[in-house]
């Protein structure tokens, strides 16, 4: 095959010594901008694992780079006049210009040829290559000439990063944050070679502008950061690689995603690689590592195919498939990643101490979990669930057990919980008339002696007309009220657990059959009338609400009190309010449901004012020393809705009225929605409202074991985490999630713990196989 490598960054340069080890008959070339043996930049960072699959292609170039680079396992925080280091984290530090050198050198040795000075301005230039290769980087000219073709999204983020060197040899990949008058900057800096480190600055937009940093020239700037950092450079001065670049240099990331990534264009089939394909942020290291993936793949792509023009567009085919996920995965770590640096100022870093700052960073991908940890440095992570402990009121033994943070109490008002695990409120359908029976007493009971501390039922209606289905829940008459209380009586008696209550109303989405039956579907008969903040139904075949008036709302409201009042004399522990998922408190706060033009429409404060009613009536009525949370859609999933910022507005709206926690789900709203899912997807809006509205917060949504929960916990992305599945397929989840991960102090009834030896034996035995 005729190849042309347009580019000559780490993805062309390597996939062109590839295809040439491989299959010497290939003629290959590579075509750089720049002169020979000539680049800019400064270090460039990947880890082990990149440089194992690089042994494995070829172990010549692999050998060489690893003479040339510099490896360190630390990371080290500097923050608030500490400095914190933490071990086992593995990468690789190189010098772009000399891993550039190393790759050009191993490519003219195989036989490629190089091309210098050739400014290439589209792939006509090639009419006789068979596969033209588009690694010219972020600002591909051969992207932007088919941009109909390869549909690139390019997201600019708001921070300011400038990309800096110093001559002073830094042992860890060190992290340094420095406050201002005016706010928050960072430094990300790690050695690339004997004698020189990357420095990289970064600050927010309203930062970088009220320090004047955009009236700067690059000395002015630099003379900025050296006084910034002055601690951390001890007497070593900054340098610049940009003084090609006007002003400051200092830059916005730029995002880039493509639809597609490869095109035929009548002569030659063009495919993108590296930065023109994707980019991912440099706060997880990873852009030379897709780089250097994505020629491997497309190598073995062509290895697995046939080294043969005819089977290029099948194998173009392949690589796209395949990088394509985990590009997505790089790319969805590095957004966690980048958005934690641009919020950092705001949510975290005047307010968590420095341990929890540290833990917080470090699990900021949401790759690098609570276990994980635990495998690079179990030292740190020890002494962390120590002083995490010691913050939660216990007080371990010098020499003794320490719990993990899911496994630390929880206090707040008059209530403390055992551990920070609760189970969800999960719709059963399996009552009638709203009547709580043996299946409700079973289901719930065996939870609360699985090891949770709080257990909740389904959303409780408040009426008969409050109801989801048939086959809801109730609390509006004596006959409830006394089935309930065998149950609430139940858990206090015989388990550690706690109890709570979800009271809710139904609004739009009442008045439908139970699941098993169709999904939000109206019933057919004996259904009931439906009341919504606006005459708007659920979906097209639903029935249609009534906008409520005044009257249905002190209807309402006192429905929800005398549900409250029920409740109270029960003894529940906890009183959730509903106002999530599209039910009828919902309906007032999403602008997509409510299009009211009276005062309980608007903004913020109107259309949370009828909820807002609702939720100062039954806090009078409910006892001061018992909390009452409330579960808000923190993401309506949908164009026009509410977004995780007016989310964050509706929690301090309920926090100023004496709300004690919000419960983070988000979506369900409208049927239109589109969410985005994957493993821990609300936690980021529960991480939001908790730490910038300053409220304690309950985690949901795809949290499947104790390795998530310890790592929402210990960051600080939530107070509590509601298990919901996980606790449907296992009554018993806690409980064996604490023998999985050897937590041995969690009790298991008296009843049971016969099983617990041979329980904890067996999962030993099958670690070992």
């Known amino acids: 095959m005729r190849i042309v490598c347009i580019g000559g960054g780490p993805a062309g340069l390597y996939f062109a010594l590839l295809m040439k080890r491989q299959h010497p008959g290939h003629h290959v070339t590579v075509v750089e901008r720049n002169r020979a043996f000539d680049t800019f930049g400064w270090g460039v960072v990947f880890s082990d694992a990149t440089m194992q699959s690089m042994r494995q292609w070829d172990l010549q170039t692999a050998e060489t780079i690893e003479v040339a680079f510099n490896h360190w396992d630390d990371i080290e925080l500097v923050f608030k006049g500490r400095k914190i280091r933490t071990s086992g984290h593995g990468f690789v530090g190189i010098g772009r210009k000399k891993m550039l050198n190393i790759l050009q050198d191993r490519c003219l040795e195989l036989g490629v040829e190089l091309v210098f000075e050739k400014d290439v301005t589209g792939d006509e230039e090639f009419p006789d290559a068979d596969l033209i290769v588009a690694s010219d ?18 997201m600019v983020r708001p921070n300011r990063f400038v990309w800096l060197g110093t001559n002073k040899r830094f042992d860890a990949f060190t992290f ?127 290895d697995i195919a046939g080294h043969d023009k005819a089977n290029i567009p099948a194998v173009l085919a392949a690589y796209e ?91 707040i008002r008059g209530l403390t919980l055992h551990n920070r695990i609760i189970v969800s409120p999960m719709a059963m359908y399996s009552a009638v008339d709203g009547l709580p029976n043996d299946f409700h007493l079973v289901h719930l009971g065996a939870r ?54 979800q009271l809710g109303h139904a609004g739009r989405k009442g008045s439908t059959k139970v699941a098993w039956e169709g999904i939000d579907q109206p019933v057919t008969q004996g259904g009931w009338p439906l009341l919504s903040a606006s ?36 003894g529940f522990d ?37 909820p807002l009613e609702v939720f100062h009536a039954i806090r009078q009525v409910w006892p001061k020393d018992k909390p009452i949370s409330v579960r808000l859609s923190t993401n309506d999933w949908f ?45 980021p809006f529960s991480d939001k409202i908790r730490n910038e509205i300053q409220i304690p917060t309950i985690a949901v949504g795809a949290i499947s074991e104790a390795d998530h929960a310890n790592s929402i916990i210990a960051a600080g992305r939530a107070d509590l ?10 009554p018993s989840f806690v409980m064996h999630e604490a023998a999985r991960i050897g937590y041995a102090e969690q009790v298991w009834p008296r009843q049971y713990y016969s099983a617990r030896s041979q329980y904890v034996n067996n999962l030993a035995r099958a670690a070992k196989t």
Not at 721 to 730: E, G, K, T, V
Request: charged residues 25%; aromatic residues 10%.
């Open 448 to 501: 609360a002696m699985g090891g949770a501390a709080l257990v909740f039922p389904e959303m409780t209606c408040v009426s008969a007309d409050a109801r989801i289905t048939p086959g809801c829940l109730g609390l509006w008459n004596d006959e409830q009220e006394s089935a309930w209380k065998r149950i609430v009586d139940f858990v206090h008696r015989q388990t550690p657990a706690k109890i709570g209550i």
């Open 321 to 411: 498939e395949v990088r394509r996920i985990d590009v997505a995965r790089i790319q969805n770590a590095a957004r966690n990643a980048m958005e934690w640096f641009e919020v950092v100022g705001t949510r975290y870093a005047d307010t968590l101490e420095p341990e929890q700052f540290m833990y917080s960073m470090l699990t900021r991908s949401q790759r690098i979990s609570h276990e994980n940890l635990r495998l690079r440095d179990k030292d740190w992570l020890e002494g962390f669930e120590r002083w995490f402990a010691s913050r939660a009121g216990v007080d371990p033994a010098p020499n003794g057990s320490v719990p993990p943070p899911m496994f630390t109490p929880f206090k």
């Open 535 to 570: 005459a708007l139904p659920y979906m097209q075949n639903s029935d249609t609400p009534r906008a409520m008036t005044r009257d249905d709302m002190d209807h309402v409201k006192a429905d929800f009190v005398r549900a409250t009042e029920r409740a109270r004399d029960l």
């Open 721 to 730: 985490c509601a298990i919901a599945r996980p606790h449907l397929a296992d």
């Open 137 to 154: 980087g972020v600002n591909s000219r051969i992207r932007t000439k088919y941009t109909d073709v390869f549909r690139p999204d390019m």
């Open 574 to 610: 906890i009183l959730e309010l509903h106002a999530a998922h599209g039910y009828l408190l919902s309906s007032f706060l999403s602008p997509l449901t409510n299009h009211r033009d009276d005062e309980y429409g608007g903004d913020h404060h109107g259309r949370a004012g009828f």
């Open 176 to 302: 340094d944050f420095q406050k201002t008058e005016h706010g928050w900057f960072q430094a990300h800096i790690y050695r690339f070679d004997e004698n020189t480190s990357t420095f990289i600055v970064e600050t927010t937009d309203e930062v970088f502008k009220a320090h004047g940093l955009d009236k700067m020239d690059q000395d002015q700037s630099i003379a900025f950061c050296e006084n910034l950092f002055a601690e951390t450079l001890g007497g070593h001065k900054l340098m610049t690689n940009a003084r090609h670049m006007r002003g400051s240099a200092w830059l916005n990331f730029g995002r880039l995603i493509c639809e597609k990534w490869s095109h035929f264009n009548g002569n030659s089939h063009v495919v993108l690689m590296g930065d023109s394909a994707h980019t991912a942020h440099f706060a997880i290291g990873s852009g030379t590592k897709l780089a250097i993936d994505d020629a491997i793949e497309l190598t073995r792509q062509f």
């Open 639 to 683: 164009e026009g809705g509410n977004t995780p910022e007016d989310a964050a507005i509706f929690a301090q709206i309920f926090k100023d009225a004496g709300a004690d926690l919000i419960d983070c789900s988000s979506g369900q709203v409208v049927k239109e929605e589109q969410p985005v899912y994957g493993r821990l997807f609300q936690t």
